[in-house]
Structure formats: structure tokens, C-alpha cells
């Protein structure tokens, strides 16, 4: 079945640096672009970035733009989100998804999803 795992999360301070990665498997992964997405405490679900099956289109949220970097390898079957200046209303439990449509930022849009890995921004 696919899987899709995160790692990379944990607690660092205001102005830190964080990579994310997403180790996808059960799926031709260079057939599906990928997304991050992020939901902290009694917030919903909100998009953060997206990167295209080939790597040549990305999106971003504007709060993110300039500070994240998303990136994929498709002989790794994995997916990066390198995520700089942290700040700490970046604090969230951090998804990957992946998804057959072109870069949508509309959770309902991805198929399959991580569990998730946590990311707190102390100030």
C-alpha cells in the first residue's frame, strides 16, 4: 500500500533552520507532485508548498515564500521541505501529500497523506 513518512521535525529556536523530508513508497512517485501542508493547534489544515512530478514547478505560500524551499528526488522516491528563519507561527504538525492533479493547494485534492511530523519554533 503507499506510505508516505516524514522525518525531520523538532524543537528549534526562533531564526533556526529545519529540513523536512517525506520517504514515499507503493506509488510511482515521479507520477505524483507533492505537497506540504501544516495545521497547528485548533487551526485547520493549511497549505505550504508544492513542488510538480518533474521538480520544475513549485508553489508556495506567501508567509513561507523566500524562508522554504521545497525539492524532490525521484530516484529516492522522496520529497524536501527546507524551511530557514523559522519563526514561531511556524509551529505546526508538518504533512506531506501526494497528489495526481498539478499543484493544488486544496487539501481534498491529494490522495494520499503522512502522519505527520512536528515542528516547534521556540521564540
Known amino acids: 500500500q503507499v506510505q508516505l513518512v516524514e522525518s525531520g521535525g523538532g524543537l528549534v529556536q526562533d531564526g533556526g533552520s529545519l529540513r523536512l523530508s517525506c520517504a514515499a513508497s507503493g506509488l510511482t512517485f515521479s507520477s505524483y507532485a507533492m505537497g506540504w501542508f501544516r495545521q497547528a493547534p485548533g487551526k485547520e489544515r493549511e497549505f505550504v508548498a508544492a513542488i510538480s512530478w518533474s521538480g520544475r514547478l513549485t508553489n508556495y505560500k506567501d508567509s513561507v515564500k523566500g524562508r522554504f524551499t521545497i525539492s524532490r528526488d525521484n530516484a529516492k522516491n522522496t520529497v524536501y521541505l527546507e524551511m530557514n528563519s523559522l519563526k514561531p507561527e511556524d509551529t505546526a504538525v508538518y504533512y506531506c501529500?501526494?497528489?495526481?492533479?498539478?499543484?493544488?493547494?486544496?487539501?481534498?485534492?491529494?490522495?494520499?497523506w503522512g502522519q505527520g511530523t512536528q515542528v516547534t519554533v521556540s521564540s
Open positions: 501529500a501526494a497528489t495526481t492533479s498539478v499543484l493544488p493547494i486544496g487539501p481534498g485534492l491529494y490522495e494520499y
